[in-house]
T-cell receptor, first 114, second 110 residues
Framework: GAGVSQTPSNKVTEKGKYVELRCDPISGHTALYWYRQSLGQGPEFLIYFQGTGAADDSGLPNDRFFAVRPEGSVSTLKIQRTERGDSAVYLCASSLGPNTDTQYFGPGTRLTVL | GENVEQHPSTLSVQEGDSAVIKCTYSDSASNYFPWYKQELGKRPQLIID?????GEKKDQRIAVTLNKTAKHFSLHITETQPEDSAVYFC?????????FGKGTRLHILP
């Protein structure tokens, strides 16, 4: 079946602009995760959704970052007033449910803030 | 919170030899330890995982060992092949948060 998909694959924006990154999890997966991966680093946890609610948003770096999952499927990561330091690959992953082991990653969105 | 350290950051081995990557974790409540392989420009792919109630797990040329007392776990790749060249990440999970190591870039030399 279809895996996790993310759009866009690449996003170039200017400092100060607003961006939205979209994640489509595997159908039927109730758990959804956002990570940020900077060059040469491992994925860094941002936020976890179980269903529609954010169960853990402790990884969001500041209040410019926000994520929603209104219907418990597609999720959108929103970044306001982008800064050059936000440039990274933003990865989404999903798993079958809470405390289910395997997380399946999407291909990521490469965000470049000029 | 959880902290995962991974060593070495870069590893070169001759084709056919074995490769070992080591990780330590800090939170004794972590109970699940996956390993991911990431090729350049691609998404991380799970290659093997181990739960805290198991000491060792093997899948063909790949094996993982876990020492809960010492809070460290290792990835072993035997009979390495060119397609094993990639970046490997260890990770530790407590509840639903997975914390990743910084990765090991593995080069398989011809």
């Amino acid at each position: 079946g279809a895996g996790v998909s993310q759009t866009p694959s690449n996003k170039v924006t200017e400092k100060g602009k607003y961006v939205e990154l979209r994640c489509d999890p595997i159908s039927g997966h109730t758990a959804l995760y956002w990570y940020r991966q900077s060059l040469g680093q491992g994925p860094e946890f941002l936020i976890y959704f179980q269903g529609t609610g954010a169960a853990d948003d402790s990884g969001l770096p500041n209040d410019r970052f926000f994520a929603v999952r209104p219907e418990g499927s597609v999720s959108t990561l929103k970044i306001q007033r982008t800064e050059r330091g936000d440039s990274a690959v933003y990865l989404c992953a999903s798993s079958l449910g809470p405390n289910t082991d395997t997380q399946y990653f999407g291909p990521g969105t490469r965000l470049t803030v000029l | 919170g959880e902290n995962v350290e991974q060593h070495p950051s870069t590893l070169s081995v001759q084709e056919g030899d074995s490769a070992v990557i080591k990780c330590t974790y800090s939170d004794s409540a972590s109970n699940y330890f996956p390993w991911y392989k990431q090729e350049l420009g691609k998404r991380p792919q799970l290659i093997i995982d181990i739960r805290s109630n198991v000491g060792e797990k093997k899948d063909q040329r790949i094996a993982v060992t876990l020492n809960k007392t010492a809070k460290h776990f290792s990835l072993h790749i035997t009979e390495t092949q060119p397609e094993d060249s990639a970046v490997y990440f260890c990770a530790a999970r407590r509840d639903d948060k997975i914390i990743f190591g910084k990765g090991t870039r593995l080069h398989i030399l011809p």
